[in-house]
């Protein structure tokens, strides 16, 4: 490949907050900003440097239409850099790193601003199809009649409201939602509640651990609201919860006799993770310091009832392109929508039958090992801001790998509708 | 085509049998209605009033508004009241004569219409407004001690009824375009791009001139009129004393008789030459002369990197968003950041109420714990403890990391410049920047300069303080700098009378009745007498101040004063102090012991040379503290006592209370207390 290199310089991430019922305070926009701004007042180049915006956001707001113009506009950086919003599902924030390496690799641009952002406590609820043709059957009737008319084939149903983020949660065409789809593979993998629940304790115990040992604070820019509140952490990391109190939890999904519970599922929050991309040329003239190289990545479509398990394709296809085997790999980010999705992708990759059949390879890849993999937690404990949770995981791996001397990565993710995204990166240094 | 006529200051073009005049004064950033400018408006209008035409629309050629007023500058110049009147009766007669148009006549307004101007406006047919932020209008008049003169307060009840014409004439304050629409000042508002079609169809339409309605009118009734006149009174009474500040009775009392404009010219020619709007219009001067002095170079600053978040740097960073700047807050403790975001969301929506504007300046101000922004800052200024120590080694971390071309500010209130700057390598881009609390509402910026202080660090200085719209005063870095020193030997004079058993709200009532927006002792407690102790202590040695033991005694058991609930008065939980009646008046002694000394101190820093002149004492301590502004500062008022009689007054103290009186020797060099930029009257 002639490409140019396309490196991250600098990125951070807000802390990912609960949805709780109640929208949070803060918009997409307002987070990306949050996130982005620390990064822009510490580069030593100014705003309206940068080339383009890219963001990715599954849900913006009815007023944030292409969010990312509004985020680069808010940053400052000025009216004459271009911006726009990608949508992938569950990895836009990864797809909108994969358009900005791109750019850069064509050598269409220097320095890219990049990330994703998702508010889904704020996901709208909208009136259905039924109510806007009654509205609007009644605002163009032409006499008192007319409207009379217009007015009487109003139906109670009309007053239905329509949850764009439950519906954002479900897949479109086999009606499945994404509890369901973990579900699915959980069965076909043999996941027992019991892994999951250790898997997702894990993730708790990982996260948790990183923060004390000071491991996030270079990723995390604290919010501040505007009623004088700080927030520092991820509000739904569990410090205190165990194996009891997982196994207490209800199947949500598949009420009576499902595995997947919200203790073992990634949580609805609200988040944004942003980076800074620079090509070589912008490095040596800025003199930026390199966080990693961003190398490719690769895309693939599965069942949408599996949706999870499209990682193991994404991976597999990355793999074979880089002529890298499982083991070149140092660590790697698996997005945990699920813990029973996590579990069953090492799972087919074990699996020779799986290999054979779905991978069309002799030999299965392997699993990669846990200790290597989501070091320090997951979306099960940060939560999983749809938008966002590309862009960090891209982020973290970078900044884990860094401190774990370097070395080849992976971040991956399972994409609602049934895709898979797996992006390779490279941190300077030897591995230990 | 364009009408031959000799102008210099008015643009007039015709289209459509309908002239478009423009007003741009030569020379000026603003349009001021001088006698030269009215004096061409009524040659222009004599051409054009006979003549067959549509309409006539006036507009300003200037950026930022439409009319400012009338030329403040000229007053000076009015020796007595008999020409004071005439130059009002000669505006009459030109609105007048605009107003007689046989065609109707369109004001197109934008930016600020202020006194003279909006009485401009007022005597046109129409007035159209842009619906942007910056169009204020307002008669603000008082502000200077007088009253609309150009038949302002005959034409405005009938336009917009009586209670909002005298709200406008009494508070002097402006409106937004949209309030203006509301309120029936302006017939329509619109963007800047419709402004002149507006105009064109108000003249093709011609609607009738618009007039308030009836309810409105109803105050201006005989019999109500005589008991609104009494309430309106009672309430006035409450905002100003009446010996100090007559301009808003007169405004009342016009009112009452239902005056005409040739009343009108009277009345304001009497002001006009009265003591306070002297002393005031001097001030207003002399403010503008401080912007001027800051308007002079570029300030270069975009982004401003402060470091502390106690009350004054999260003001001034507050402060400096909300006018447009790029700001950056670093504290070590994330909570008081937080605090301060909390506070700028509150004074955001309080002022600026569109959810956009919130937006956009809480963006400019950025929460920065980790000092993210000081890297590419282009001012750094510290606010954090008083301590040398812990300031030169910021000072030493700052130097590091900024670009060569920042320019570091401190806003000590006690430490030398000459001692930070040691820290430094290069320590003549250091520059004191001393804010007042609460930053929002105290007008003055201290523009400390040090011994190694560069020029070009303080025409910076200077430039950026204007441009955040405060009023930056020159002065030298020496203990106390101007302000705090000459207010100290007050406050302690004050806390010296309660020891001595005065009741403390005899005192306070004796220095608002001279003036002072609020009493000495009430002042410490809101300061905070924590604060009031460490600047009386740090005075204590150079100036001989001695401490009064009731201060430390209520710093030590913890009563600070309105933010502990207790000072030297006991405030309840919404922040009032609880006051006792105080019977009988005895202020001549209180009031005399408390502003001598005071007077005693300016006339010692004017010997040192910590300001130039007496003038900037004035204007430091009027737009500082709030002194009575009808006294025009605490020289003026000295001038007009004298200085013999000062020192005279001063030795009698001395005798009877101590040295602490004992006249500065000042007192007996008139070259130290001549008044230089503005000319006396």
């Known amino acids: ?432 | 085509m364009s009408v031959d006529i000799d102008v210099v200051n008015w643009r007039m073009e015709e289209a459509d049998e309908t002239i478009v005049l423009t007003l741009d004064v030569a020379g000026q950033r603003a349009n001021a209605l001088s006698s030269t400018v009215l004096e061409e408006f009524d040659r222009i209008l004599g051409q054009i009033e006979s003549r067959p035409l549509q309409g006539l629309v006036i507009r300003s050629a200037k950026v930022n508004g439409f009319i400012v007023g009338a030329d403040v500058n000229e007053f000076q110049k009015i020796v007595d009241s008999t020409q004071a009147a005439a130059l009002a009766r000669a505006g009459q007669t030109v609105f007048n004569r605009l107003a007689g148009l046989p065609f109707p006549s369109v004001a197109l307004i934008h930016g600020n219409c202020l006194g003279g101007g909006l009485e401009l406006a007022l005597a046109c047919t129409y007035r159209i407004a842009r619906e942007d932020e910056a169009t204020r209008l307002g008669l603000p008049e008082v502000r200077l001690g007088i009253h609309p003169g150009f038949a302002g307060s005959v034409r405005l009840p009938p336009l917009i009824g009586d209670l909002a014409a005298l709200d406008l004439m009494l508070t002097g304050r402006t409106v937004s375009a949209r309030q203006a629409f509301a309120l029936g000042l302006v017939d329509e508002t619109v963007p800047e791009r419709h402004l002149l079609n507006a105009a064109h169809a108000f003249i093709a339409r011609h609607p009738h001139r618009r007039r308030a309605t009836w309810w409105k009118r109803a105050p201006s009734w005989p019999f109500l009129r005589q008991p609104v006149f009494r309430l309106l009174q009672r309430q006035l009474h409450k905002k100003a004393n009446p010996d100090h500040y007559p301009a808003p009775y007169r405004v009342l009392d016009l009112w009452r008789r239902a005056a005409s404009q040739e009343e009108e010219a009277l009345s304001l020619g009497e002001l006009l030459v009265g003591r306070t709007s002297r002393n005031l219009v001097s001030i207003f001067l002399l403010g503008e002369e401080l912007k001027r002095n800051g308007r002079r170079n570029p300030h270069g600053i975009a982004h401003l990197h402060v470091i502390g978040a106690g009350t004054m740097g999260a003001d001034i960073a507050i402060w400096a968003a909300f006018k447009g700047f790029r700001v950056s807050l670093q504290d070590q403790q994330p909570e008081a950041l937080a605090r301060t975001v909390k506070k700028a969301y509150g004074f955001y929506r309080k002022k600026l109420k569109k959810p956009v504007a919130i937006q956009n300046a809480m963006d400019r101000l950025m929460p920065d714990a980790g000092g993210n922004g000081l890297r590419r800052a282009d001012l750094v200024i510290e606010a954090i403890v008083e301590n040398a120590d812990v300031k030169r080694g910021l000072f030493r971390t700052i130097e590091s990391i900024v670009r060569p071309g920042a320019l570091l500010a401190t806003n000590t209130s006690s430490i030398p410049l000459e001692v930070l700057g040691e820290a430094l390598k290069d320590p003549s881009r250091l520059v004191g920047l001393h804010f007042f609390n609460p930053v929002a509402q105290m007008q003055l910026v201290e523009i400390v300069r040090g011994k190694q202080t560069s020029d070009s660090a303080l025409e910076r200085a200077r430039a950026f303080t204007v441009a955040i719209e405060r009023l930056p005063l020159d002065v030298r870095s020496s203990p106390g700098f101007l302000v705090n020193r000459v207010l100290m030997p007050y406050l302690i004079e004050a806390m010296t009378l309660a020891q001595e058993g005065i009741p403390i709200e005899q005192i306070d009532q004796a220095a608002t009745r001279f003036g002072m927006p609020m009493g000495p002792v009430l002042l410490a407690d809101t300061v905070g007498l924590d604060i009031c102790l460490s600047v009386a202590e740090m005075l204590s040695g150079p100036l001989g101040i001695s401490v009064p033991d009731r201060l430390r005694e209520a710093v030590e058991r913890g009563d600070l004063g309105k933010k502990s609930g207790r000072g030297f008065y006991v405030f309840d939980r919404s922040g009032r102090p609880r006051h006792r009646a105080v019977r009988g008046h005895t202020d001549t002694p209180v009031i005399e012991r408390l502003i001598l000394r005071m007077l005693n101190e300016a006339a010692a820093c004017l010997r040192e040379g910590v300001v130039d002149d007496p003038d900037s004492v004035d204007v430091g301590m009027v737009f500082g503290t709030g002194f009575a502004p009808y006294l025009g500062g605490p020289m003026r008022y000295a001038e007009a006592l004298g200085e013999v009689g000062i020192a005279s007054s001063l030795r009698r103290l001395a005798q009877e209370y101590g040295p602490r009186f004992e006249p500065d020797e000042a007192w007996a060099r008139s070259d130290l207390l001549t008044h230089h930029t503005v000319p006396r009257s």
């Open chain 1, 1 to 432: 490949m002639s490409d140019a290199k396309v490196y991250v310089v600098d990125g951070a991430r807000t802390p990912f907050l609960k949805a709780r019922g109640q929208p949070n305070e803060f918009s997409a926009a307002d987070l990306a900003v949050a996130a982005a701004r620390p990064l822009l007042a510490r580069a030593p180049f100014a705003p309206e440097q940068i080339d383009e915006v890219i963001v990715g956001c599954v849900i913006p707001a009815p007023d944030e239409a292409n969010v990312a113009r509004i985020i680069g506009l808010r940053l400052g950086c000025g009216k004459a850099v271009p911006a726009f919003t990608v949508q992938r599902n569950c990895a836009s924030g990864l797809q909108a790193l994969a358009s900005a390496r791109e750019r850069i690799a064509q050598g269409h641009a220097h320095l890219i601003l990049a990330g994703g952002t998702e508010a889904m406590s704020r996901a709208p609820i909208q009136w259905n199809t039924a109510m806007t043709g009654w509205l609007a059957g009644v605002l163009r009737a032409r006499n008192p009649i007319a409207r009379l008319r217009a007015i009487a084939a109003f139906r109670l149903s009309h007053l239905v409201p329509v949850y764009t983020l439950l519906l954002g949660l479900t897949d479109p065409l086999v009606k499945l939602n994404m509890g369901q789809t973990a579900e699915i593979v959980a069965h076909r993998f043999g996941i027992t509640r019991a892994e999951q629940d250790t898997y997702a304790l894990a993730s708790h115990q990982r996260l948790s651990a990183a923060y004390d040992a000071g491991q996030m604070r270079d990723e995390i820019e604290p919010l501040y609201d505007t009623r004088g509140r700080i927030h520092q952490e991820d509000s739904g990391l569990r410090r205190d919860t165990d194996m009891n109190q997982l196994a207490k939890l209800r199947p949500v999904f598949d009420r009576k006799y499902g595995v997947v519970t919200s203790g073992n599922s990634s949580q609805v929050t609200d988040g944004a993770a942003m980076l800074i991309l620079a090509s070589e040329t912008a490095v040596e003239r800025y003199s930026l310091p390199v966080l990693g190289e961003l190398l490719g990545e690769d895309w693939a479509g599965v069942d949408p009832s599996q949706m999870g398990l499209g990682p193991v394709h994404a991976v597999a296809k990355l793999l074979a392109r880089f002529e890298l085997s499982m083991e070149d790999i140092r660590q790697m980010e698996l997005n945990e929508a699920f813990a029973a999705q996590v579990l069953a992708c090492q799972a087919a990759w074990a699996s020779a039958e799986y290999a054979r059949d779905e991978l069309d390879l002799d030999v299965p890849l392997g699993p990669m090992e846990p200790a290597r993999l989501n070091t320090e937690g997951g979306a099960v404990a940060i939560g999983h801001p749809v938008g966002a949770s590309g862009a960090r995981i891209v982020l973290h791996l970078l900044r884990s790998l860094r401190r774990h001397g370097g070395g080849l990565g992976v971040a991956t993710l399972c994409i609602g509708g049934g895709q898979g995204g797996a992006m390779l990166v490279r941190v300077e240094g030897e591995p230990a």
